[in-house]
């Protein structure tokens, strides 16, 4: 085998999924990300299988606090998952190629159906700390795109259309579940900036100008990514700070674990009965 350095990306991700398949040799259609203080999702999945990140050949490691780092294969709602306790994200120093490798597996394991999730501040004035916010469109702030580069024929085409990042169906399913359970959603538009630091009220104004409804720091890379490969994509912010005029204050990443806690059981509600109806 040649050296580590020399192994292109089609092999790494090759590498990865061969060393998954030994672990669990079934296709698993449905895949889910957890985002910041949101994993606790977890404890509603029949667990089969945990296999830590740094096991993986070619996977990134989480770095951020609340990341666990695992990959769960286990079966939610009567359906068979694999889920990502722990995302990659620009600010920790990866490459885009690097932040979105897992997905790249994931599709290569049969997974057409993706669920991610985040942790985001609000900008539309009527949100409120807690509150779930269901994804129907982003604004792509990143100053690199993952496709960026030579591209990888046999996992999508050149141009992938991006009009309809999210999939209409999956938010009248998770909109309908919402609505059963009593629980309040708001449907709107994420933008995605690279990070680390939060933004300046200046730049709240402008994103909020642009048409954003949320601002976070991760999401819309894997999206881009799963869209490449055709994937059908839901995504769910849940609001952990608020950034509209006269609710900006210094937060800590305590008060946004926190504000995560409150609105993780109701994301986890939402997701359970959308994948219960896939």
């Not at 990042?165 to 449907?187: C, F, G, L, Q, W």
């Not at 609001?239 to 305590?254: E, F, Q, R, Y």
Request: proline share 5%; net charge negative; with cysteine.
């Amino acid at each position: 085998m040649r050296a580590e350095a020399q192994i292109d990306y089609l092999e790494q991700i090759n590498h990865a999924t061969k060393y998954i398949q030994e672990i669990y040799q079934s296709n698993i259609d449905i895949g889910i990300i957890l985002g910041t203080g949101l994993g606790q999702l977890i404890q509603n999945i029949q667990v089969e299988h945990e296999i830590p990140y740094e096991n993986i050949p070619f996977f990134p490691v989480s770095t951020v606090e609340s990341h666990k780092g695992k990959l769960i294969i286990g079966r939610l709602s009567g359906k068979q998952v694999i889920a990502m306790q722990g995302r990659f994200h620009y600010y920790e120093g990866y490459s885009m190629k690097e932040v979105t490798f897992p997905v790249r597996v994931l599709k290569m394991l049969g997974v057409n159906t993706m669920i991610v999730s985040n942790a985001a501040g609000g900008l539309d004035p009527v949100y409120s700390v807690g509150d779930l916010m269901i994804l129907n469109d982003h604004i792509d702030l990143f100053p690199e795109n993952p496709l960026r580069g030579k591209n990888l024929d046999t996992l999508g085409v050149r141009f992938p259309d991006m009009s309809e990042p999210y999939s209409h169906r999956m938010i009248d399913i998770a909109t309908a579940v919402a609505k059963e359970e009593a629980i309040h959603v708001n449907v709107g538009v994420y933008a995605a900036v690279q990070g680390p630091n939060l933004e300046t009220r200046a730049e709240y104004k402008y994103l909020r100008t642009i048409g954003a409804d949320a601002v976070g720091m991760s999401t819309v890379p894997e999206v881009i990514v799963g869209r490449h490969m055709e994937m059908e994509i839901f995504a769910v912010s849940a609001i952990t700070d608020l950034c509209s005029p006269g609710n900006i204050k210094k937060v800590s990443i305590a008060e946004v674990l926190a504000a995560a806690a409150i609105a993780e059981p109701k994301l986890s509600k939402v997701i359970r009965g959308l994948v219960e109806r896939l």
